[in-house]
């Protein structure tokens, strides 16, 4: 075949290319030099190439390293007309194979790639935009879609928080009692069309415990046994439909669902994690186990949930539904949403979805996230579940001065703090582990009920493990007034002046019983949170975390305040005790103490601290709460790596690559690639393997990809190919492609050959990107393990002068860093 040049320049989506046309004998004029328009955008790939001939454009300056947005076209003139072909992407919204660019279930995505696709998309809209004034509307409507997905996500995760709140405490108080004028009131709503002046804990003439619905007093041992029994049961039956509800409808709506959204916020796809039965389950059955009173809370789940609404409204926006990075924007916009209403906290979310879960956080995801929790919170605050002025959870009245020496308890409450959270990790992560390779693991309902039961019992008994969790943190932040009648509060004051600053006074004998119980209700929590947290519920682990930070921070607290009372003199207190009025804040040091475990147990530091000052509205304590997470967080680096979320990613195997880990080894990528030196690697050729020769290989390997090679011989890296892209482009073609058999040649590069008598070629340039990452074998894992984190890449290829030697792959990657650390490389289950 004889070569002629026919020299163009062409400019296409602001790249320019230089073409040289390989031209036949049989059509054209020897020694023609010509232009030819290729700027029309990409037309039907021909199905049958001839042999007319065959344009190529090489994009001059940019080497097959260069990143994937390099657009390498194939230009193929046949007798019917001319076409362009984008390798490995395409610049319209219509893809020719259905479902290139999506991705398995347990895979992970290709952020690159997916990024790139999306740069080409919206050059090509700009491109479009001054065609016509419908293309005008679909480039703004394009270029707002964004803000109008998180707007919808922030709408409805505001009203779903709603709906859980009013159900969660109507639900609660079902165990107590009913309110019989109006049965859908919980205890407190009953008691607000009550006109007595007295409400101790909600006990109005209106609001009926079952005790007396059966005609028995308010107290004795009969009311007693019968509330006991009532509690026992309906914490059961909650439990059992929660459970049996996750087991039979979503089993992906049990736990806290935030370790999954921080792995597939790293670029892994679970099909139907955030699907619409997952949505419905996870939000019925968290009302029923917050309300059966077991150690959970439903500010973890939130996340999952609000995360579920943005999957779901992403699919009303291509450009978010249709690419999985672009999608991720989304949810990690959903995440701070879903913290935004947990705790009435958005400022608070933003900085969770930034520091705890999202993997990649450009400066617009930052906007839309804070955008996002805006809405979400001003939802929920005209919703208003708690039906009083505060959109937060627990507001403190206090805003005393804290001493200078008082430091010296919050840092030790940051020790305690970390204590208590690596002893809560350990011990759950190897309950977990248990769970999950015994036949424990296989009885998940009757798990759920022997853990409910065992909580009902030993929580009756006991005032604070009784009532609501929530209640209890809310109590302990508070401080002590003429109003409070608990005996946490009996100390041996007159009040004659309510405006009168509350004096210092002794702890009568109620406050040193309820140090007791509270130290019974610290190891009881603690214990029961162990065994609650990855049970097959919807729980979270906020709020527990709180409960146990706040029992002994006020514990602490009592103790720090009668030293106070009884030296009030001492430099300690630098003369600020020596006035009379009560210097020490015990609510405070509840609020330090809770910060201290939950930045323990999730290792946060920045969100935690802006989340507790906007839950209790206490920006007056933003110095004691940053010492108290600072030292929790120190101490819980010093006894274990790991926080809570974590340690439940390495317990499931998911493949995630901690920014935050640093690779410290000196290992080479020769060392982790496969296949090994003596071993084959799977290639496919450019143009020289057959049909049946791809589908044998597809056959009798699993790899997600292959390299794709000029020979056998030669091993020079042409570009690589998805093995799902592969099956769907030959299955289409087989389809749809007359004359395609199994002994049709693949084309992805180079000249096609076409004999007289051999079946039409399949040409699949189309799905080849010309452009993978690629690494030399001598290059050290710190830069490969950093490529694959910032990166976000699947997989890189390995070569030596050019020449490919082998695949390095996600998987690789975390199996070479779990055996570096001397851990199980085959814990790493997925791709």
Same mark, same amino acid.
């Given at each position: 075949?004889?070569?002629?040049?026919?020299?163009?320049?062409?400019?296409?989506?602001?790249?320019?290319?230089?073409?040289? #046309?390989?031209?036949?004998?049989?059509?054209?004029?020897?020694?023609?030099?010509?232009?030819?328009?290729?700027? @029309?955008?990409?037309?039907?790939?021909?199905?049958?190439?001839?042999?007319?001939?065959?344009?190529?454009?090489?994009?001059?300056?940019? =080497?097959?390293?260069?990143?994937?947005?390099?657009?390498?076209?194939?230009?193929?003139?046949?007798? $019917?007309?001319?076409?362009?072909?984008?390798?490995?992407?395409?610049?319209?919204?219509?893809?020719?194979?259905?479902?290139?660019?999506? +991705? %398995?279930?347990?895979?992970?995505?290709?952020?690159?790639?997916?990024?790139?696709?999306?740069?080409?998309?919206?050059?090509?809209?700009?491109?479009?935009?001054?065609?016509?004034?419908?293309?005008?509307?679909?480039?703004?409507?394009?270029?707002?879609?964004?803000?109008?997905?998180?707007?919808?996500?922030?709408?409805? $995760?505001?009203?779903?928080?709603?709906?859980? %709140?009013?159900?969660?405490?109507?639900? @609660?108080?079902?165990?107590?009692?009913? *309110?019989?004028?109006?049965?859908?009131?919980?205890?407190?709503?009953?008691?607000?069309?009550?006109?007595?002046?007295?409400?101790?804990?909600?006990? *109005?003439?209106?609001?009926?415990?079952?005790?007396?619905?059966?005609?028995?007093?308010?107290?004795?041992?009969?009311?007693?046994?019968?509330? #006991?029994?009532?509690?026992? &049961?309906?914490?059961?039956?909650?439990?059992?439909?929660?459970?049996?509800?996750?087991?039979?409808?979503?089993?992906?709506? *049990?736990?806290?669902?935030?370790?999954?959204?921080?792995?597939?916020?790293?670029?892994?796809?679970?099909?139907?994690?955030?699907?619409?039965?997952?949505?419905?389950?996870?939000?019925?059955?968290?009302?029923?186990?917050?309300?059966?009173?077991?150690?959970?809370?439903?500010?973890?789940?939130?996340?999952?949930?609000?995360?579920?609404?943005?999957?779901?409204?992403?699919?009303?926006?291509?450009?978010?539904?249709?690419?999985?990075?672009?999608?991720?924007?989304?949810?990690?916009?959903?995440?701070?949403?879903?913290?935004?209403?947990?705790?009435?906290?958005?400022?608070?979310?933003?900085?969770?979805?930034?520091?705890?879960?999202? +993997?990649?956080?450009?400066?617009?995801?930052?906007?839309?996230?804070?955008?996002?929790?805006?809405?979400?919170?001003?939802?929920?605050? =005209?919703?208003?579940?708690?039906?009083?002025?505060?959109?937060?959870?627990?507001?403190?009245?206090?805003?005393?001065?804290?001493?200078?020496?008082?430091?010296?308890?919050? &840092?030790?409450?940051?020790?305690?703090?970390?204590?208590?959270?690596?002893?809560?990790?350990?011990?759950?992560?190897?309950?977990?582990? +248990?769970?999950?390779?015994?036949?424990?693991?296989?009885?998940?309902? $009757?798990?759920?009920?022997?853990?409910?039961?065992?909580?009902?019992?030993?929580?009756?008994?006991?005032?604070?493990?009784?009532?609501?969790?929530?209640?209890?943190?809310?109590?302990?932040?508070?401080?002590?007034?003429?109003?409070?009648? %608990?005996?946490?509060?009996?100390?041996?004051?007159?009040?004659?002046?309510?405006?009168?600053?509350?004096?210092?006074?002794?702890?009568?004998?109620?406050?040193?019983?309820?140090?007791?119980?509270?130290?019974?209700?610290?190891?009881?929590?603690?214990?029961?949170?162990?065994?609650?947290?990855?049970?097959?519920?919807?729980?979270?682990?906020?709020?527990? =975390?709180?409960?146990?930070?706040?029992?002994?921070?006020?514990?602490?607290?009592?103790?720090?305040?009668?030293?106070?009372?009884? #030296?009030?003199?001492?430099?300690?207190?630098?003369?600020?005790?020596?006035?009379?009025?009560?210097?020490?804040?015990?609510?405070?040091?509840?609020?330090?103490?809770?910060?201290?475990?939950?930045?323990?147990?999730?290792?946060?530091?920045?969100?935690?601290?802006?989340?507790?000052?906007?839950?209790?509205?206490?920006?007056?304590?933003?110095?004691?709460?940053?010492?108290?997470?600072?030292?929790?967080?120190?101490?819980?680096?010093?006894?274990?790596?790991?926080?809570?979320?974590?340690?439940?990613?390495?317990?499931?195997?998911?493949?995630?690559?901690?920014?935050?880990?640093?690779?410290?080894?000196?290992?080479?990528?020769?060392?982790?690639?496969?296949?090994?030196?003596?071993?084959?690697?799977?290639?496919?050729?450019?143009?020289?393997?057959? &049909?049946?020769?791809?589908?044998?290989?597809?056959?009798?390997?699993?790899?997600?990809?292959?390299?794709?090679?000029? =020979?056998?011989?030669?091993?020079?890296?042409?570009?690589?190919?998805?093995?799902?892209?592969?099956?769907?482009?030959?299955?289409?073609?087989?389809?749809?492609?007359?004359?395609?058999?199994?002994?049709?040649?693949?084309?992805?590069?180079?000249?096609?050959?076409?004999?007289?008598?051999?079946?039409?070629?399949?040409?699949?340039?189309?799905?080849?990107?010309?452009?993978?990452?690629?690494?030399?074998?001598?290059?050290?894992?710190?830069?490969?393990?950093?490529?694959?984190?910032?990166?976000?890449?699947?997989?890189?290829?390995?070569?030596?002068?050019?020449?490919?030697?082998?695949?390095?792959?996600?998987?690789?990657?975390?199996?070479?860093?779990?055996?570096?650390?001397?851990?199980?490389?085959?814990?790493?289950?997925?791709?």
């Amino acid at each position: 075949m004889e070569r002629f040049p026919l020299k163009s320049s062409v400019s296409k989506m602001g790249t320019t290319y230089q073409s040289v #046309y390989k031209k036949g004998t049989t059509g054209g004029r020897h020694g023609d030099e010509d232009t030819v328009d290729i700027t @029309t955008g990409p037309r039907e790939v021909p199905t049958t190439p001839t042999s007319h001939g065959t344009f190529q454009l090489y994009d001059h300056g940019r =080497s097959s390293n260069a990143s994937a947005n390099s657009y390498i076209a194939q230009y193929f003139s046949t007798s $019917t007309g001319d076409a362009v072909i984008f390798t490995g992407m395409q610049a319209g919204d219509t893809d020719e194979i259905p479902g290139i660019g999506q +991705y %398995d279930d347990f895979h992970t995505i290709d952020w690159q790639r997916d990024i790139a696709r999306d740069r080409m998309r919206h050059r090509y809209i700009v491109k479009k935009r001054q065609d016509s004034i419908w293309n005008l509307i679909k480039g703004a409507h394009d270029a707002w879609s964004g803000w109008v997905c998180v707007l919808l996500v922030g709408v409805c $995760t505001g009203v779903v928080a709603g709906v859980i %709140d009013i159900g969660a405490s109507w639900m @609660t108080d079902l165990k107590f009692g009913i *309110c019989p004028q109006a049965f859908w009131f919980n205890r407190e709503q009953c008691c607000w069309s009550n006109d007595e002046i007295t409400f101790d804990h909600g006990n *109005c003439s209106q609001w009926m415990t079952w005790a007396q619905l059966f005609g028995e007093s308010k107290e004795g041992v009969g009311a007693y046994i019968i509330s #006991y029994l009532f509690y026992i &049961v309906w914490a059961l039956l909650f439990a059992a439909l929660s459970a049996s509800l996750v087991r039979m409808f979503a089993p992906y709506a *049990c736990g806290s669902g935030i370790p999954e959204i921080k792995t597939i916020l790293s670029g892994f796809i679970i099909r139907g994690y955030l699907g619409k039965w997952t949505l419905v389950i996870k939000v019925v059955g968290l009302i029923l186990s917050v309300s059966s009173g077991l150690s959970l809370g439903k500010e973890g789940p939130m996340v999952h949930i609000a995360s579920c609404l943005g999957n779901i409204l992403s699919y009303l926006f291509p450009k978010y539904g249709r690419n999985e990075a672009k999608k991720r924007e989304i949810l990690s916009a959903a995440a701070a949403a879903g913290v935004s209403v947990a705790f009435g906290a958005p400022i608070g979310g933003v900085l969770f979805s930034l520091e705890e879960v999202s +993997y990649y956080f450009p400066l617009k995801t930052l906007w839309r996230s804070f955008f996002c929790a805006l809405i979400a919170a001003f939802i929920l605050r =005209s919703i208003n579940p708690f039906g009083n002025e505060h959109s937060v959870l627990f507001f403190v009245e206090y805003n005393k001065p804290w001493i200078f020496f008082e430091l010296i308890p919050f &840092v030790g409450l940051g020790i305690i703090g970390g204590c208590i959270a690596t002893i809560f990790i350990k011990a759950n992560i190897y309950w977990c582990r +248990y769970r999950k390779y015994s036949k424990l693991g296989q009885y998940p309902v $009757t798990e759920v009920l022997v853990v409910t039961l065992v909580t009902a019992i030993i929580a009756y008994p006991n005032p604070y493990t009784r009532m609501n969790t929530s209640q209890l943190i809310y109590l302990l932040f508070n401080q002590c007034g003429i109003s409070n009648s %608990d005996p946490l509060c009996d100390y041996n004051r007159n009040f004659t002046d309510v405006n009168k600053a509350i004096e210092k006074a002794a702890a009568g004998p109620g406050v040193y019983q309820a140090i007791w119980l509270l130290m019974l209700a610290l190891v009881l929590k603690l214990v029961m949170t162990v065994f609650t947290f990855g049970i097959k519920v919807p729980c979270g682990l906020f709020i527990p =975390s709180l409960a146990l930070g706040a029992i002994a921070g006020r514990i602490v607290g009592i103790g720090v305040e009668q030293l106070a009372y009884k #030296y009030p003199k001492i430099w300690l207190f630098s003369g600020e005790c020596s006035t009379g009025d009560d210097c020490i804040t015990p609510g405070l040091y509840a609020m330090v103490g809770a910060a201290a475990v939950l930045g323990g147990v999730t290792r946060m530091t920045v969100s935690l601290v802006v989340i507790m000052f906007e839950l209790t509205g206490g920006v007056r304590y933003i110095v004691p709460l940053m010492a108290a997470a600072m030292a929790s967080k120190w101490v819980g680096d010093a006894l274990g790596r790991q926080g809570i979320y974590d340690a439940h990613i390495a317990l499931n195997g998911y493949p995630f690559l901690d920014s935050k880990d640093e690779f410290q080894h000196t290992s080479l990528a020769a060392d982790v690639m496969q296949p090994k030196r003596n071993e084959t690697l799977s290639v496919i050729t450019q143009d020289s393997m057959t &049909v049946d020769d791809v589908e044998t290989l597809l056959k009798e390997t699993e790899h997600n990809g292959y390299p794709v090679v000029v =020979s056998k011989e030669s091993q020079y890296l042409v570009g690589f190919v998805l093995r799902r892209d592969l099956n769907l482009a030959i299955a289409n073609a087989r389809r749809n492609v007359e004359g395609i058999t199994g002994q049709s040649v693949v084309v992805f590069a180079g000249s096609p050959q076409q004999g007289a008598m051999s079946p039409p070629q399949l040409m699949l340039a189309r799905i080849l990107d010309m452009a993978p990452i690629t690494v030399t074998d001598q290059t050290p894992m710190e830069t490969v393990v950093d490529m694959f984190r910032k990166l976000g890449l699947r997989q890189t290829l390995v070569t030596h002068n050019g020449r490919l030697l082998g695949v390095i792959t996600k998987k690789d990657v975390l199996r070479h860093v779990k055996q570096m650390d001397n851990e199980d490389p085959n814990s790493v289950l997925f791709n």
